[in-house]
């Protein structure tokens, strides 16, 4: 067995020999040490299969030794064999094999080619110190240790061209990339200088140059920032809070300047979490007999971690004026750790338990928020409703066949408001801090439901389920008074709250033409009459009023019903001003011709009549009038109709400028036709290949001209227009 182990051990130190010997000839021609280290496990696992040490076993082992040692006899076998089951004479030829080999099997070597092995591998570093003193292979070391590609940072002068010897290079790169803490993607270490990173992260330069260079800046965007020398590097460090595009500047000795290519910078903005409810219907019923449970499944998912997530749920409780809102936040059933990028939230709502009775209501969403630095990113899923019907509850009907209700359900005016606001400021010394806080907060939310239904008017998205309001409108010479014997349907449902017509904003049409029992009930957006609620200063003040609303609810939320206060009397001023306003009748269309001399009337004659005409010059705005005219100027010089000339650089810089400003949004579309058009500027790309290849950029960048209405003599059908968008796909 140990003349086993021993074989075994030199076939393998044989595969390590010639393994080592080709890794060091690979090191020495490219001068890297990860290509050696690969040569050398590639070599390693190639040559012990050659070699298969693994096959020396016991059997192999004993035929060799009966083959080259002949005091063995041929009778190594027996000693493989157990002693109890050989013969008496087997036993004494096994005994006289051990006695021999015992003396003589230490002097034996395995076969082998350890000297053969060795020999290869110092033939092999030999070889390679000869490659590496004439430098054969001096391309592959250049190719593998200092690129010449994009990931290399290349400079030219910008005056002039020189050799390529007086121009300092780059000896060391190095772009060290650190993420936000709360990413937990920690950092890394590129040499690609076009950048891609979340926003927030830190982003290090750090470069050595071969010769001496002055004043080295990073030029980013406009803005020219220093680096900083520490020791023999030159490294600057910034954070990436925009995208945009950098190059470096430099002078050497000489005082010649030089400048590098654009690189882009694109900031990955950390996107909102998402939240799915999964399973449920938006609108849930329940009979006062069912069991009132609903069951929440929700999906939560960010991009780099969760930090906490919740249910607002609201309960309401009573109708018209008196309605009540209650709001907690509920926890879901699952603990949600922080940095969790996906999580499967459930909750069972028990409305029995949130102390809802019969014709109560539910409103309940999901918001959730990552782990942004310096300010969270919050999502919020859909409302959705959980409803108690009430089975005793009364519908308003217009006709015996045609039940309608449009009436609002509920929404406080805005002088009830400020009446509970008031009293909630006298009552804030004899009541507890949570109470009041509560109070005031469901005025805040009563706050909330009033300018909701008053953006209704102005074609705002209402967060509450909508109700239709009648609406009506008075014809030209009507007074403003109804008709007596004119009964208002509405008189007995509708909320009378601040005066009379409260809600009826627009006055309203003839009775004899509103021949649909539904039209002074229903905002009709077919009719372009119709469609808008008010003219433009009565929007303007319902807007201000709105805005208005917004502070008067944020003080309410905060607690602060005195500064709230203020902001609510505002609101109302708005409001009966909009309501005045909206009594009086205007011409919206219509023409009131001069009066006529009778004693001219028919004659015939136009002595006195003279046409009216009108000249006005519009100038249109152009902005991108650079790119257009560097479009034109790069024809002239494809077609060597005139030379590039020093005027020129002004009209490229500026066009350069306004496709920086389109390629904010997008580096790396208009990257390489930026890098064209600076290599044009400093006299380093003006071929013909490069003008065409920068004139098409520019061309494609250009914003598509609106069409101008005018005649056309031209044939287009839909097949034409197909081939030639494919044409400028291909293109």
């Known amino acids: 067995m140990k003349f086993q182990k021993r074989w075994q051990l030199l076939s393998y130190a044989e595969a390590v020999l010639y393994a080592l ?67 008496n004479l087997a036993k004494l030829q096994r005994y006289k ?14 076969p082998n ?99 001496t260079v002055i004043e080295p800046v990073l030029d980013v965007m406009g803005e020219l920032k220093p680096l900083q020398q520490v020791g023999a590097d030159y490294q600057i460090q910034l954070p990436l809070t925009e995208s945009g595009f950098y190059s470096f500047n430099f002078k050497n000795e000489e005082g010649t300047e030089f400048t590098s290519d654009l690189f882009s910078l694109e900031a990955i903005a950390d996107n909102p979490p998402e939240i799915e409810i999964i399973g449920l219907e938006q609108y849930t019923y329940f009979d006062f007999s069912d069991k009132k449970v609903v069951q929440l499944r929700s999906s939560i998912t960010d991009d780099f971690g969760i930090d906490e997530g919740y249910i607002i749920a609201t309960v309401s409780k009573g109708t018209g004026e008196s309605v009540k809102f209650r709001e907690e936040k509920l926890n879901f059933k699952e603990t949600i750790s922080k940095g969790t990028k996906s999580i499967r939230a459930t909750k069972t709502l028990d409305l029995n338990a949130l102390k809802m009775e019969v014709g109560d209501e539910l409103y309940f969403y999901i918001e959730a928020f990552d782990e942004k630095q310096l300010k969270r990113n919050v999502a919020r ?3 959705y409703f959980a409803v108690i019907k009430d089975t005793v509850g009364e519908q308003f009907g217009v006709e015996g066949t045609l039940g309608v209700d449009q009436m609002p359900d509920y929404f406080r005016s805005q002088r009830q408001l400020i009446i509970d606001t008031e009293k909630l400021i ?77 809600h009826n904003l627009v006055a309203a049409e003839k009775a004899e033409e509103a021949e649909d029992p539904l039209h002074d009930y229903i905002h009709n957006h077919d009719d372009p009459e119709e469609s808008t609620l008010f003219e433009e200063s009565l929007k303007t003040k319902l807007r201000k009023a709105l805005s208005i609303m917004w502070d008067a609810e944020l003080h309410l939320r905060l607690y602060e019903p005195e500064k709230s206060l203020p902001f609510q009397y505002d609101a109302l001023k708005y409001i009966q001003e909009i309501k005045n306003s909206a009594r009086i009748y205007v011409h919206r269309i219509g023409f009131d011709p001069p009066p006529i001399k009778e004693d001219s009337r028919l004659t015939g004659k136009i002595k006195d009549i003279k046409n009216y005409s009108k000249n006005e010059t519009i100038t249109a705005e152009r902005p991108f009038k650079a790119i257009e005219e560097v479009v034109s100027r790069l024809e002239q010089l494809v077609q060597k109709e005139s030379d590039y000339n020093e005027t020129d650089n002004t009209l490229f810089t500026a066009a350069g400028n306004e496709l920086a400003q389109l390629a904010i949004k997008n580096p790396g579309k208009y990257l390489q036709v930026l890098q064209g058009l600076k290599r044009i500027e400093n006299n380093t790309g003006r071929t013909i290949e490069n003008y065409r290849f920068v004139q098409k950029g520019l061309f494609l960048a250009l914003p598509q001209t609106p069409q101008k209405p005018g005649a056309e003599r031209a044939y287009m059908d839909e097949i034409n227009s197909l081939f030639l968008k494919q044409l400028e796909v291909y293109d």
């Open 381 to 383: 899923s859909e409302t």
């Open 97 to 110: 094999v051990s006695e021999e080999l015992t003396k003589r099997l230490g002097a034996i070597t395995p």
């Open 21 to 87: 010997g080709i890794a060091i000839l690979c090191y020495f021609i490219t001068k890297n040490l990860l290509v050696g280290l690969a040569a050398f496990v590639v070599g390693l696992v190639v040559f012990i299969l050659l070699k298969k040490p693994w096959q020396h076993n016991l059997h192999t082992t004993s035929s060799f030794i009966d083959a080259h040692v002949s005091e063995a006899s041929f009778s190594t076998g027996l000693l493989l064999q157990p002693e109890d089951s050989l013969p």
């Open 113 to 211: 080619a350890l000297k053969q092995a060795l020999l290869v591998m110092l033939g092999c570093i030999i070889l390679g110190f000869v490659l590496h003193k004439l430098e054969v292979f001096s391309g592959v070391d250049n190719a593998l240790n200092n690129p010449k590609n994009t990931e290399q940072i290349q400079f030219v002068a910008i005056d002039s061209v020189l050799e390529k010897s007086s121009i300092p290079a780059i000896e060391k790169q190095e772009i060290r990339v650190t993420y936000p803490s709360y990413t937990r993607l920690g950092s890394k270490t590129t040499t690609d200088p076009n950048i891609k990173a979340v926003t927030g992260a830190n982003i290090l330069w750090k470069f050595q140059f071969d010769n």
């Open 426 to 502: 006298k009552d804030k010394p004899n009541i507890t801090s949570k109470e009041f806080k509560s109070r005031s907060n469901e005025l805040g939310f009563d706050q909330k439901a009033l300018r909701l239904k008053y953006g209704q008017f102005m074609g705002d998205e209402s967060e509450m389920e909508e109700a239709p309001s009648g609406i009506e409108s008075l014809e030209e010479g009507e007074d403003h008074d109804h008709p007596e014997d004119q009964e208002n349907i509405l008189k007995e449902y509708s909320h009378d709250h601040d005066g009379d017509n409260e």
